[in-house]
Protein backbone atom coordinates (compact mmCIF):
# COMPACT_ATOMS: atom_id res chain seq x y z
CA UNK A 1 0.00 0.00 0.00
CA UNK A 2 1.59 3.28 -0.78
CA UNK A 3 1.83 5.36 2.43
CA UNK A 4 -0.03 8.67 1.47
CA UNK A 5 -2.57 6.85 0.32
CA UNK A 6 -3.30 4.76 3.50
CA UNK A 7 -4.56 5.78 6.74
CA UNK A 8 -3.81 4.69 10.32
CA UNK A 9 -7.21 3.85 12.10
CA UNK A 10 -6.18 3.46 16.07
CA UNK A 11 -8.23 3.09 19.62
CA UNK A 12 -10.42 0.07 17.62
CA UNK A 13 -12.53 -1.33 20.34
CA UNK A 14 -11.28 -4.85 20.15
CA UNK A 15 -14.05 -6.53 18.90
CA UNK A 16 -14.42 -4.42 16.00
CA UNK A 17 -13.54 -6.08 12.38
CA UNK A 18 -12.99 -4.88 8.79
CA UNK A 19 -16.91 -5.27 8.25
CA UNK A 20 -17.55 -2.19 10.85
CA UNK A 21 -15.06 -0.36 9.39
CA UNK A 22 -16.18 -0.66 6.05
CA UNK A 23 -19.85 0.07 6.98
CA UNK A 24 -18.32 3.45 8.74
CA UNK A 25 -16.26 4.25 6.01
CA UNK A 26 -19.14 3.45 3.23
CA UNK A 27 -21.47 5.88 6.35
CA UNK A 28 -19.46 8.59 5.16
CA UNK A 29 -19.31 8.25 1.81
CA UNK A 30 -15.94 7.07 1.59
CA UNK A 31 -14.65 3.94 -0.32
CA UNK A 32 -11.56 2.41 1.06
CA UNK A 33 -9.91 -0.04 -1.37
CA UNK A 34 -8.62 -2.33 1.36
CA UNK A 35 -9.67 -2.43 4.97
CA UNK A 36 -7.62 -4.07 7.04
CA UNK A 37 -7.72 -4.70 11.37
CA UNK A 38 -4.16 -6.21 12.51
CA UNK A 39 -4.51 -9.12 14.70
CA UNK A 40 -2.10 -10.83 17.33
CA UNK A 41 -0.62 -13.48 15.56
CA UNK A 42 -0.77 -15.91 18.42
CA UNK A 43 -4.18 -15.09 20.20
CA UNK A 44 -5.94 -14.54 17.04
CA UNK A 45 -7.23 -11.25 18.81
CA UNK A 46 -7.51 -7.51 17.54
CA UNK A 47 -3.93 -5.84 18.44
CA UNK A 48 -6.71 -2.25 18.72
CA UNK A 49 -5.82 -0.85 15.37
CA UNK A 50 -5.91 -1.37 11.38
CA UNK A 51 -5.36 0.86 7.91
CA UNK A 52 -7.19 1.99 5.07
CA UNK A 53 -5.75 2.65 1.61
CA UNK A 54 -8.03 4.62 -0.78
CA UNK A 55 -7.93 5.38 -4.34
CA UNK A 56 -6.14 8.73 -3.96
CA UNK A 57 -4.24 11.02 -1.19
CA UNK A 58 -6.86 13.29 -1.54
CA UNK A 59 -9.79 10.70 -0.38
CA UNK A 60 -7.25 9.62 2.61
CA UNK A 61 -7.24 13.06 3.95
CA UNK A 62 -10.70 13.06 3.64
CA UNK A 63 -10.89 9.70 5.76
CA UNK A 64 -8.90 10.89 7.93
CA UNK A 65 -11.11 14.60 8.59
CA UNK A 66 -14.39 12.60 8.88
CA UNK A 67 -13.00 9.71 11.31
CA UNK A 68 -10.53 11.15 13.57
CA UNK A 69 -12.36 11.88 16.38
CA UNK A 70 -15.37 9.82 15.60
CA UNK A 71 -17.17 7.10 18.18
CA UNK A 72 -17.08 3.80 17.00
CA UNK A 73 -18.60 1.34 19.94
CA UNK A 74 -17.67 4.05 23.05
CA UNK A 75 -14.22 4.58 21.62
CA UNK A 76 -13.02 7.77 20.19
CA UNK A 77 -10.96 6.65 17.10
CA UNK A 78 -7.72 8.08 16.34
CA UNK A 79 -6.97 8.69 12.45
CA UNK A 80 -3.88 9.62 10.94
CA UNK A 81 -1.39 9.20 7.77
CA UNK A 82 -0.15 5.78 7.87
CA UNK A 83 3.75 5.77 8.34
CA UNK A 84 5.90 3.08 7.28
CA UNK A 85 6.99 0.39 9.54
CA UNK A 86 10.39 0.75 11.62
CA UNK A 87 12.67 -1.91 11.30
CA UNK A 88 12.60 -3.86 14.52
CA UNK A 89 15.89 -5.17 16.42
CA UNK A 90 14.94 -8.72 16.67
CA UNK A 91 17.45 -11.21 17.66
CA UNK A 92 14.81 -13.78 18.74
CA UNK A 93 15.22 -13.33 22.24
CA UNK A 94 16.58 -15.89 24.44
CA UNK A 95 20.17 -16.28 26.41
CA UNK A 96 22.28 -13.77 24.03
CA UNK A 97 24.13 -16.69 23.32
CA UNK A 98 25.23 -17.07 26.80
CA UNK A 99 25.74 -21.40 27.50
CA UNK A 100 22.88 -20.99 30.33
CA UNK A 101 25.42 -19.22 32.91
CA UNK A 102 24.97 -15.61 33.29
CA UNK A 103 27.90 -13.70 31.02
CA UNK A 104 29.53 -12.01 33.88
CA UNK A 105 30.20 -15.45 35.55
CA UNK A 106 32.57 -16.41 32.71
CA UNK A 107 36.32 -16.84 33.95
CA UNK A 108 39.33 -15.88 31.79
Do not use: H
Not at 17 to 46: F, P
Not at 78 to 84: F, P
Amino acid sequence: MEEEKKVYIGNLEYGVGEGDLKTLLEEKGLAAKEVSVIMDKYTGRSKGFGFAEFETADDAQKAIDALNGQELNGRALKVNKAQKRKPRNDFGGGSGGSSGRNSRDRRY
